[in-house]
């Protein structure tokens, strides 16, 4: 079956701009995962969603970030006023649900480059 | 807060050696590890998953080990290919309240030369 997937796969952006980045996951997977991967470092954890709602959005960096899932399933991550520090690989992932021994199924990501 | 830490931060070899990656972590504590294949421009491949309560987990040419006493784990690769050249990340999940959380190293950059 189809894998993780994400649009667009490049976004180059100028600075102060908003951005939306959209992921469909695995069908009937409802766990879903935002990472961050910045240059020459592993992924970081931006934030989960069980079905529709985000169970934890610790890792997200700042209000300018925000995720969406309102269906349970596509996911958008939007970032408002995009800052040259912001460039990086997004990574989604999506699990058949969220806890414990489940493998998480990642997507080719979107490099997004705040110019 | 766990802390994964991966040893070499880069490796080259001649083809059809063997090679082992480390990965150690701070907090025992974890529900599973995994190891994943990252290429150029790419996303993240599954390799290996190993349980907390098991010791490795063997793909093909793959063998990873966890002691998680000790907080660390093993990627053993055997007869090293030119294909084999990518980006090798070690992450855990761990067993408590944030237990579908990644934790990931940074990751060894492989070259496996012909």
């Known amino acids: 079956g189809a894998g993780v997937s994400q649009t667009p796969s490049n976004k180059v952006t100028e600075k102060g701009k908003y951005v939306e980045l959209r992921c469909d996951p695995i069908?009937?997977?409802?766990?879903l995962y935002w990472y961050r991967q910045s240059l020459g470092q592993g992924p970081e954890f931006l934030i989960y969603?069980?079905?529709?709602?985000?169970?934890?959005d610790s890792g997200l960096p700042n209000d300018r970030f925000f995720a969406v899932r309102p269906e349970g399933s596509v996911s958008t991550l939007k970032i408002q006023r995009t800052e040259r520090g912001d460039s990086a690989v997004y990574l989604c992932?999506?699990?058949?649900?969220?806890?414990?021994?489940?493998?998480?199924?990642f997507g080719p990501g979107t490099r997004l480059t705040v110019t | 807060k766990q802390e994964v830490t991966q040893i070499p931060a880069a490796l080259s070899v001649p083809e059809g050696e063997n090679l082992v990656l480390n990965c150690s972590f701070t907090d025992s504590a974890i529900y599973n590890l995994q190891w994943f294949r990252q290429d150029p421009g790419k996303g993240l491949t599954s390799l290996l998953l190993i349980q907390s309560s098991q010791r490795e987990q063997t793909s093909g040419r793959l063998n990873a080990s966890l002691d998680k006493s000790s907080g660390r784990s093993t990627l053993y690769i055997a007869a090293s290919q030119p294909g084999d050249s990518a980006t090798y990340l070690c992450a855990v999940k761990g067993s408590g309240g944030s237990n579908y959380k990644l934790t990931f190293g940074k990751g060894t950059l492989l070259t496996v030369n012909p």
């Open positions: 992932a999506s699990s058949v649900y969220g806890t414990s021994g489940v493998e998480q199924y």
């Open positions: 969603f069980q079905g529709t709602g985000a169970a934890d």
């Open positions: 069908s009937g997977h409802t766990a």
